[in-house]
Nanobody
Framework: EVRLVESGGGLVQPGGSLRLSCATSGFTFSNYAMSWHRQAPGKEREMVAHIINTGSKTMYADSVKGRFTISRDNRKNTVYLQMNNLKPEDTAVYYC?????????WGQGTQVTVSS
């Protein structure tokens, strides 16, 4: 059974940092790309960052470039999202996504709230 479990969300002040983790199981993690997405209230889900299976290539949404960093540890079957200089507009539920064949798999999400 494929499982993705996000953690690390919370309440942070503008300018602060958070590190999200997504622990996975049930598939060969090192074979697949992973991505982080977010969904703010009343908005569609959007991709924030993407990383290929080896970790050697990444891509980011323009809104987070220079502030967020995606990484992965293929020994721990975990993907991370380091978020720095957070802004109120980064407030959303953050989801990790495993790009497996077919529709892929989503985690349950973790809430990030940026507010003073």
């Amino acid at each position: 059974e494929v499982r993705l479990v996000e953690s690390g969300g919370g309440l942070v002040q503008p300018g602060g940092s958070l590190r999200l983790s997504c622990a996975t199981s049930g598939f060969t993690f090192s074979n697949y790309a992973m991505s982080w997405h977010r969904q703010a209230p009343g908005k569609e889900r959007e991709m924030v960052a993407h990383i290929i299976n080896t970790g050697s290539k990444t891509m980011y949404a323009d809104s987070v470039k220079g502030r967020f960093t995606i990484s992965r540890d293929n020994r721990k079957n975990t993907v991370y999202l380091q978020m720095n200089n957070l802004k109120p507009e980064d407030t959303a539920v953050y989801y990790c996504f495993a790009r497996l064949p077919g529709p892929g798999y989503w985690g349950q999400g973790t809430q990030v709230t940026v507010s003073s």
